[in-house]
């Protein structure tokens, strides 16, 4: 990384993209996601507000903000989400302060959320959103990889089975659709996405000063 004093245009000047990733749980979206941004350090990952309690493992400030109902409603009274939902009788928030700032220190930011989140951030912002959706290779494959984990009982299992169909059911929404048959094969294809969005003329604010450059020599 360059210092500011020789900062290249195209390290600075640019507008950045908000990623909306969005599958049923078991399909690969976490793993994905936090690959991409920890790959990228011009990409931060949105950390969502949450209502549910934290799974064995997850981290305050790593994975979620846990904070009860009275905090989170206090929030969306105050106009503090860019967005929020409710899954699963749980809700689940993205802060807009948290995403404002990154978009101005010139980040692209990730957001692992679901389908209503992805829709509303679009509507709101259908220049900067590039919806991804990831399948899973078979149903089968979903419900063996939610057993994987053991995190769940049977029953919640059972549960985001179902919610996972309600979400593939929106898959239309999104511009572009991953099926997760591998890891690796997976993950560069929603590299590629990523970097082709990336040069899209829109979103690099250096270019036309730059060919402006060119043209004159
Ligand atoms: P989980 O409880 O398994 O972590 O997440 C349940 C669902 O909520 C997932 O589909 C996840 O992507 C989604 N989700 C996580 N954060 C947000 C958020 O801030 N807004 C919305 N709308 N959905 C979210």
């Not at 659709?177 to 560069?188: G, H, L, M």
């Amino acid at each position: 990384m360059s210092s500011d004093g020789d900062a290249k245009p195209w390290e600075t000047q640019r507008r950045g993209l908000l990623l909306l990733v969005s599958s049923p749980a078991g399909a690969g979206k976490t793993s994905l996601s936090r690959r991409l941004v920890a790959d990228h350090a011009d990409m931060t990952l949105s950390i969502s507000w949450t209502t549910r309690a934290a799974r064995p493992g997850e981290e305050e400030g790593r994975e979620y903000f846990f904070v009860d109902r009275a905090a989170f409603e206090a929030k969306i009274a105050d106009g503090g989400f860019l967005e929020w939902a409710e899954v699963n009788g749980n809700l689940y928030g993205t802060p807009g302060a948290a995403v404002m700032e990154a978009l101005l220190d010139g980040k692209d930011v990730l957001f692992d959320i679901d389908w209503q989140g992805a829709k509303q951030i679009a509507e709101k912002t259908p220049d900067d959103s590039v919806r991804v959706f990831i399948l899973p290779p078979s149903w089968e494959d979903l419900s063996r990889r939610l057993h994987a984990r053991a995190q769940d009982s049977e029953e919640v299992i059972a549960q985001r089975l179902l919610l996972g169909k309600e979400e593939i059911a929106h898959w239309g929404l999104y511009d572009y659709v991953i099926v997760n048959k591998s890891f690796d094969r997976a993950y560069a294809d929603l590299g590629h996405i990523y970097r082709a969005e990336r040069m899209k003329p829109g979103r690099n604010t250096w270019l036309p000063t730059f060919v402006e450059g060119l043209l004159r020599e």
